[in-house]
């Protein structure tokens, strides 16, 4: 029901953009909307996300390079990843979660899950 779409091969130092939208219809009435992040051979990670009423939450390794935003005419929610380097090479998945959201860095608290899109950043 979430599509994702933007990843690729970058080399280290550039920038990327993901989108993230929902199959047939826009983000209304969602609690959270968030991105994460799984990299081979390692756990599934929090990367941001916003809940509703406005809020932003960052990972505390990722706040300084990455931006969520959101295009609410369009119902898009976008991640720019800027200064990449080898080490966020991923899959990227979007997810959402429909009425209030529980803890927001945690995967679980989301019911709404995308197919994901691999970010390779090569150094």
């Known amino acids: 029901q979430l599509v994702e779409s933007g990843g690729g091969l970058v080399q280290a130092g550039d920038s990327l953009r993901l989108s993230c939208a929902p199959s047939?219809?826009?983000?209304?009435?969602?609690?959270?909307i968030g991105w994460f992040r799984q990299a081979p051979g390692k756990e599934r990670e929090f990367v941001a996300a916003?809940?509703?009423?406005?809020?932003?939450y960052y990972a505390d390794s990722l706040k300084d390079r990455f931006i969520i935003s959101r295009d609410n005419v369009e119902g898009t929610v976008y991640l720019q990843m800027n200064s990449l380097k080898p080490e966020d090479t991923a899959v990227y998945y979007c997810?959402?979660?429909?009425?209030?959201?529980?803890?927001?860095?945690?995967?679980?608290?989301?019911?709404?899950w995308g197919q994901g899109t691999l970010v390779t950043v090569s150094s």
């Open positions: 916003f809940r509703k009423g406005g809020f932003t």
């Open positions: 047939g219809r826009t983000f209304t009435n969602y609690g959270g």
């Open positions: 997810a959402a979660h429909r009425g209030p959201l529980g803890t927001v860095r945690t995967g679980t608290s989301y019911g709404y």
